[in-house]
């Protein structure tokens, strides 16, 4: 688990040498941060769960295409006099991640996430007195949570906005698929009476017993995604004829009259 406090970004090393360091971790956190306003970039931990999301998706997704969608959440684009290094370090750094989560969950079914440490001892600050009902709706769902959910909620809200910019993952009509999306987003927020229920059944019949409990079944969920999803994101399409294979001894299509073998068929 890659630990990473709102402050000073902390993180655990990691095993992989082709994988972030510590430094770069908390680089690309501030590089992410830098993201010209009005924009609304991913932190590092939403990131992570975002590449995630891209990875386990039912077709291969290609980063001029995933990139982009890192920079806002609500979808604005880099503006064209964006600067250029910090662009390209950037680029770099979430690059190198993307193939390092890509390659651990191909080679050992398993990836350290990158999880903010939460404070609980810090009380959240207080809504404005103008604060809408959606918004005022939205701080009672957050404080329901769990401090377990709300350290992991930063994560799965990453791998959330992945899905809803390619829906082709929650649209795979796979109930295995849609079980293992719910378990992850029992983290987030429950705005609907069924959500709300959902939520009930997975922490009654699948209760969570501590914060590392919790990445373990997160970071099996998204293996388990990984492995349904593989067939369909590495299948090859079969080239189909518009006409039935000609044999050798058949009449040619041209309309000789000769066999097919020894008319166009003799190149």
Known sequence: MHCASEMNATIT??????????????????????????????????LDGYLCGVIVQPRLIEADEWLPNIFDYDGGLLPESVDAAWLDRLTQLVERRHAALNRSLVEDGWFDPVILEIDETQEPQPLPEDATEEERSSRASYDALGPISRALMPWVAGFQHAALCFPELAELPNDDVAAAMARLYRHLPAETPEEKEV???????????????????????????????????????????????????????????????????SN
């Open 199 to 265: 939520v009930a059944t997975l922490n009654r019949e699948h209760p969570l017993k501590d914060l590392d409990d919790a990445i373990e079944e997160l970071v099996v969920t998204v293996a388990d995604l990984a492995d349904l999803t593989e067939a369909e994101r590495y299948r090859v399409e079969t080239i189909r004829r518009d006409m039935p294979k000609v044999g050798r001894n058949d009449p040619c299509p041209c309309g000789s009259g000769r066999k097919y073998k020894q008319c166009h068929g």
């Open 13 to 46: 090393p990691m095993s992989t040498p082709q994988d972030l360091s510590d430094a770069e971790f908390a680089e690309l956190d501030e590089l992410l941060a830098a993201t010209p306003e009005p924009l609304q970039p991913l932190d590092a931990s939403m």
